[in-house]
């Protein structure tokens, strides 16, 4: 998915990323935090576990849809971690399926690397479930007023996250 740069001008409710978290049944809360440090082909990412909480981060500069679509594709690796038994298991089983498909070991493969790792099971499930997800529970929604001043990324006491 091609990013846009110019896409930040959008919410986070936080009440929505709840009932995302009770649709897919995750039992840990998660913490959501908007950054800009990602590279160019990462739009969001799961950091893991810091103290009982899961910590989720995705890229300033997406449109309203990919943040949605990149909350929920996180969110299914949270539920993939939970389901797995921990982080630390789910890093295991992306072990595994990197060498399967060759991004690592022996006879790593050089080319294609990025189809391939769209390509892994567990990047294929967090993709299709984020797809369906998002056209049922959109969870970034466009904001009309102007432009956000620094620190770009803001959160106010009603519990939502805006850029
Ligand atoms: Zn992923």
Known sequence: MKRDRY????RIQLSLIEQAIEILGIVNPVNVCVTRTMDVTTLGALDGEKSGTWQICIDRFLT???ASLTLWHELVHVAQAESAGGMHELDERLD???CAARLDGPRKRTFFRLRAYRNLPLEREAEDRAQTLHTKLPLATVRRRGRTRWPWVNRTPKG???V
Request: some cysteine; glycine content about 16%; charged content about 30%.
């Open 160 to 162: 939502e996250i805006f």
């Open 7 to 10: 896409g930040c001008g959008w």
């Open 64 to 66: 309203p849809t990919q």
């Open 96 to 98: 595994r399926e990197r």
